[in-house]
Each structure stands twice: as C-alpha cells, then as structure tokens.
C-alpha cells in the first residue's frame, strides 16, 4: 500500500475497556504522529515518534493513553480504560524525515483515522 | 502557544461562485502553513503550503499567501465545483515536526 493505514477504521467501547488501534505507517518513513480530533474540531497533536524513539509525548492527555513503535515502524495507540471523553477520530501520519531534516522532507501524510465511540 | 483560528462555517456556495476561508495564527519563530483538506469518507491531505512571509502556495486552482504583517493565510478560490465540497483545516507548524489546526471549515458546493 502507498499510504499510511490505520486499523481498524471503527471501535466501539464500553467505559472502562481497553483499547488498541493500530498505525502502518508509510514503509521508510522515519517519523510518526498520533493526532486526535474530537468531534467539530481539528486535530491535536498527541505523541512523536522518530524510528523507535518517542521524542515528544506532550499531547497525551493522560496517564491511560500510551503510544510505542517498538520497531520504528508500525506503532500502537493504547488508550486504558476508556471514558466518554476519549470519544474521537485517531489519526496517524507519518514523514519521510526526522527532526531537523530539511523542511521539504517533513510533509506528514496522514491516515484514514480510527473512529473510537465509548458507551 | 502556537494557535490557528479559521472562519466557522458552514459555508454554502453555488457552483463558479468566488470561495474564502479566513485563516489568523499566532505563533512564535517563524512558522509554516498550511491548508489541508478532507473530502468525505477519506483522510486528511495537504492541500497547499507556504514556508516563509509572502510565499503563495498554490494546488488545484486554490491559493493562500502568507500574510507576516497581518498574520494570515486565507484561502481563496475563484470558481468552485461541487467536488471542492469538503472541510478544510488551516495549520501551522513552529517546529520541525508539531503541527496545530484550527477548527476546521465546513464547505458544500451545490450544483
């Protein structure tokens, strides 16, 4: 695929379930984002990774989300025992460069989205 | 901290009608924008940039320039098309990787 893929596209959860959403980024791009955009709004940036490294968490909300890319590539979103305010649309993008690399390399490409909807 | 503050919509237009989305930014440093588009059903998609103050970015007949004096980025289009009907997000990047969006523009084109 030459995009960036997210799974799955729908998730519904009761409060208090665990949940996993999955990002595949582009294949050989370095960097990858976790934005959130709630309903009505533009997205917010949650988390960076470059390759395995999460450089930047500052957006996360709180101590129940938690992002890895163990292996630079693919990465997971893990948000615990969700809550109604949790409901939004997830968004993963990804960019061929890293951090400093020169700005033509840093487009992010951005993914579907993972709908999440707690009950 | 970085902010974007864009028109709220929606917006209705008739096709060939003239198109403008306000856009504002505060920032620090000297910093990207960006328009990005969703089309329904799909993802987020750059749709043009500027890097520096008085660049236009252009793509499929829309522009924006960048504004340093007034702090602006409006997008323009002169004849839109029902397929131009989508939601439009105004961006800004101050870093190397960060981006911040406003709220998002809600635009319908009727034939």
């Known amino acids: 695929g030459a995009g960036v893929s997210q799974s799955p596209r729908y998730k519904v959860a009761k409060r208090g379930q665990d949940v996993a959403l999955r990002c595949d980024p582009i294949?050989?791009?370095?960097?990858l984002f976790w934005y959130q955009q709630a309903l009505g709004q533009g997205p917010e940036f949650l988390t960076y990774?470059?390759?395995?490294?999460?450089?930047?968490k500052s957006g996360l909300p709180s101590d129940r989300f938690f992002a890895e890319r163990p292996e630079g590539s693919v990465s997971t979103l893990k948000i615990q025992r969700t809550q109604q305010e949790d409901s939004a649309v997830y968004l993963c993008?990804?960019?061929?460069?890293?951090?400093?690399?020169?700005?033509?390399?840093?487009?992010?490409?951005f993914g579907p989205g993972t709908r999440l909807t707690v009950l | 901290g970085n902010s974007v503050t864009q028109m709220e919509g929606p917006v209705t237009l008739s096709e060939e009608a003239f198109l403008t989305i306000n856009c504002t930014y505060t920032?620090?440093?000297?910093?990207?924008l960006f328009w990005y588009v969703q089309y329904p059903g799909e993802g987020l998609q750059l749709l043009l940039k500027?890097?520096?103050?008085?660049d236009k970015g252009s793509n499929k007949g829309f522009e924006a320039t960048y504004r340093k004096e007034t702090t602006s980025f409006h997008l323009e289009k002169g004849s839109v098309q029902v397929s131009d009907s989508a939601v439009y997000f105004c961006?800004?990047?101050?870093?190397?990787?960060?981006?911040?969006f406003g709220a998002g523009t809600t635009v319908t084109v009727r034939a």
């Open positions: 993008a990804s960019s061929l460069g890293a951090s400093g690399f020169e700005r033509s390399y840093n487009e992010q490409f």
């Open positions: 294949s050989g791009h370095v960097s």
């Open positions: 990774f470059q390759n395995e490294a999460q450089l930047d």
């Open positions: 920032a620090t440093g000297y910093p990207s």
């Open positions: 500027a890097t520096k103050a008085d």
């Open positions: 961006a800004l990047r101050s870093n190397d990787y960060k981006l911040s």
